[in-house]
């Protein structure tokens, strides 16, 4: 079957820095997508990397690793806004988009 | 402000009763899809139509069901609502038909209980 893996939730300090990572097992692939969700809104979208490395945009850079069927979302300088529930997403060789539960992640001051 | 507007936001239903879900989008985008979110589990596709006039099935189609009549709007309807439908549904919007390789663009959700 078609897998993706996050960890639920993660915990994290204002001004550091966080990796959510993203493991995924599916027939095919075709595209990585990472989304921002705050808590009863929509779904927005942060990143999508279809080739291996490390896409950087402002604070937020996404990595792959297409062999390890690996992607992570790193976050700096973290800010309180970046409370949120991060989804990792994969399109798979039907172009069928594939959702992971998502991570929550927490900031603390 | 373009995008995509659900309706109702949030409503509760008896069981057995019928309800539509209203969503529209003002971005003349091709595809529509229709979502629901349940804590713990990822976005799980209902129906899909990837333009006007043409519908398909997503992974949890039972007891649920769309229509394109435009491009514009996509309405999804439970003709006899049960209580594990609720959940949080999801409408959305790509420009790309049938191959999720851009963007989706999603509405502000509706969340319905059935008791």
Known sequence: ?109 | IAGITQAPTSQILAAGRRMTLRCTQDMRHNAMYWYRQDLGLGLRLIHYSNTAGTTGKGEVPDGYSVSRANTDDFPLTLASAVPSQTSVYFCASSELAGRHTGELFFGEGSRLTVL
């Open chain 1, 1 to 109: 079957g078609q897998n993706i893996d996050q960890p639920t939730e993660m915990t994290a300090t204002e001004g550091a820095i966080v990796q959510i990572n993203c493991t995924y097992q599916t027939s095919g692939f075709n595209g990585l997508f990472w989304y921002q969700q705050h808590a009863g809104e929509a779904p927005t979208f942060l990143s999508y990397n279809v080739l291996d490395g490390l896409e950087e945009k402002g604070r937020f850079s996404s990595f792959l690793s297409r062999s390890k069927g690996y992607s992570y979302l790193l976050l700096k300088e973290l800010q309180m806004k970046d409370s949120a529930s991060y989804l990792c997403a994969v399109t798979d060789s039907n172009y069928q988009l594939i959702w992971g539960a998502g991570t929550k992640l927490i900031i603390k001051p």
